[in-house]
């Protein structure tokens, strides 16, 4: 059962207390990670890794290939069960988290591989992001009466701002599988915005991207940030693009933290040069 705690119940469980920063952009904790391990068979994917999320900011979680990343995303919405560990959202313990507790709270996920309907056009793909916005009865969204007809008003006029915002008017009628693939990426980003999100996970949105791609990329996710209010945990190799869009940058290497804090701190961290370079300490 999930049960909403102080900060003081927090401490006693074994959560730490959600420290307040100083006004900003950036606020107090809103996701926590607490000594989170995963397993498959005798493959240890995460061990015992701790971190927190501040409203407001872009935290970055980077490593190797193989790092526990993605693993990691999957255990903060709920595709994946960690057998060790707690996930802290809101001040509230949703340990074992679940994909439709994560979607109802306001955490929404991108993935590395698209995962859009290819025969759908780009308006229909972001208007399924409003499903849990959908009020009406399964009745009355078929008969487009009542509710049904009010609600599909509202929310395709709520997915065609995020149409506008993202720049892709050209394309609202074009079934995305004919779509080139930084487009499509940019439609998923839609879909995930379509819901509202209070935090957003973006499993590396620039991969396989071009440097005008990247830097489209970079943009919108800068915007949604400050425009939307949206808190941003974001997977990326281009460590350019982590460097510039960061607040704080938590680094992952055979699922155990090697480092965490600012991009300056991180970048000049000797063990995750190492990491990235493949050298070895004796």
Known sequence: MNDTVSNNDQMAAGAPAVDPTAGGRIGDVILRVNEISLSFGGVKAINDVSFDIKKGEVRSIIGPNGAGKSSMLNCINGFYQPQVGHIWYDGVDYTPMRPHLAAENGIARTFQN??????MSTLDNIMTGRILKQKASLLEQALYIGRGKSEELEHRAFVEDIIDFLEIQA??????????????????LGRAL??????????EPMAGM????????????IDVNEQYGTTIALIEHDMGVVMDLSDRVVVLDHGSKLADG?????????????????????
């Open 194 to 203: 379509a819901a509202e999100p209070t935090l957003l996970l973006l499993d």
């Open 262 to 282: 600012t991009p300056d701190e991180v970048s000049a961290n000797q063990n995750v040069i190492d990491a990235y370079l493949g050298v070895a300490h004796e």
């Open 114 to 119: 698209i995962a859009l309907f290819k025969g």
């Open 210 to 221: 071009n440097l005008e791609e990247k830097e489209d990329m970079s943009r919108y996710i």
């Open 171 to 188: 394309i609202r009628r074009t079934p995305v599988g004919r779509l080139p693939y930084g487009l499509q990426k940019r439609v998923e």
